[in-house]
């Protein structure tokens, strides 16, 4: 089994496993923030490049560092491979870059948008992001579109990291979004707006690492964070009936896929589990759902570090 070393702590991991999925095992700072990949997702990374890490050693066999910084979602792991991550002041500044680019055309609209609270980018801009832009042009804007009777797109927000693709491709059998256009040309299309008719189709929402994809049942109703996120389930038919829901008083606000500390779902769940059954009497509730993750949706994350919401 190769061994690799990240900011100086060594790692067993077996053959094969990236860079990133290494880090993930050490844990801690070492961890490359990631926008794009996706566990679950196949094929998904390579899109954002914020996970860059510097090689300063390939392999025991050919010691040689890597010229350029490496997305360390697509890197695989090499016997002796040593790499620098938050510890490397090139590898700070480049994802400082990277989110000051993804920054560009994406509004700050946190305190109206949904996911805030729970945004990818928004934990992105505030631990490895910088307080200034430089961009002057005008930024650009899009309407907003339903698509379909569940879902809003605001591709105002989107950073083009094509997890809802990939969601859709594998997930549903017939996928009717993708992204169309190049450079800042690119949006995600649902080709004439045709509307994403398909018993998984709610999954997009909660692979998007921003507020682009939101859920229509859910909009405006509270933020994440005046919520409590509970474990539940159901017999369902359709998916494994294993969700959160997300509970004021008495009433469910929303359900959602369990996540991880990593924001990646445990199991897709189906549209009917995720929209149509907000009861209390839907569900048999299990318990408080531990929120690892580092965000503000863990209340006082900023001083205490991980929280665990009940
Ligand atoms: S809509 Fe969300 S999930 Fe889809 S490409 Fe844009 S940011 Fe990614
Ligand atoms: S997470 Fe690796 S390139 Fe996006």
């Not at 899109?47 to 890597?66: A, F, I, Q």
């Not at 990818?120 to 579109?145: M, V």
Request: glycine share 8%; net charge neutral.
């Amino acid at each position: 089994m190769p061994k690799v070393t990240i900011d100086g702590q060594t790692i067993e991991v077996a053959e094969g496993t990236s860079i990133l999925h290494a880090a993930r095992q050490l844990g801690g700072e070492c961890v490359p923030p990631a926008m794009c990949y996706y566990t679950p997702l196949k094929g998904s990374g390579g899109k954002c490049r914020t996970c860059l890490v510097k090689v300063t050693k390939g392999s025991e066999k050919d010691p040689r560092p890597m010229p350029k910084l490496v997305a360390s979602c697509q890197t695989m792991v090499m016997d002796g491979m040593e790499v620098a991550s938050k510890s490397d002041q090139a590898v700070v500044d480049a994802r400082k870059g990277v989110v000051e680019f993804l920054l560009l055309n994406h509004p700050l609209d946190c305190p109206i948008c949904d996911q805030a609270g729970e945004c990818h980018l928004q934990d992105l801009a505030f631990e490895h992001g910088s307080a200034n832009t430089r961009y002057e042009f005008e930024r650009r804007t899009f309407e907003k579109i339903d698509i379909g009777p569940y879902i809003k797109l605001h591709m105002t927000r989107c950073i083009l990291c094509y997890r809802c693709v990939y969601t859709a491709n594998q997930i549903t059998d017939n996928r009717v979004h993708g992204i169309i256009g190049r450079g800042d040309h690119a949006e995600i299309s649902t080709y004439i707006e045709k509307a994403i008719d398909n018993d998984f189709s709610g999954n997009v929402i909660d692979v998007c690492p921003v507020g682009a994809l939101t859920d229509r049942t859910f909009r405006f109703k509270s933020r994440v964070w005046f919520l409590k996120p509970m474990d539940a389930h159901r017999d369902c038919d359709k998916c494994c009936g294993k969700t959160t829901v997300w509970v004021s008083g008495e009433d469910i606000y929303r359900v959602t896929a369990r996540k991880d500390k990593y924001g990646e779902v445990e199991e897709f769940i189906c549209n009917t589990c995720r929209f149509e059954k907000k009861s209390a009497s839907d569900w048999v509730i299990e318990g408080p759902r531990a929120i690892e993750r580092h965000s503000v949706i863990s209340q006082n994350h900023y001083a205490n570090g991980a929280t665990t919401v009940v």
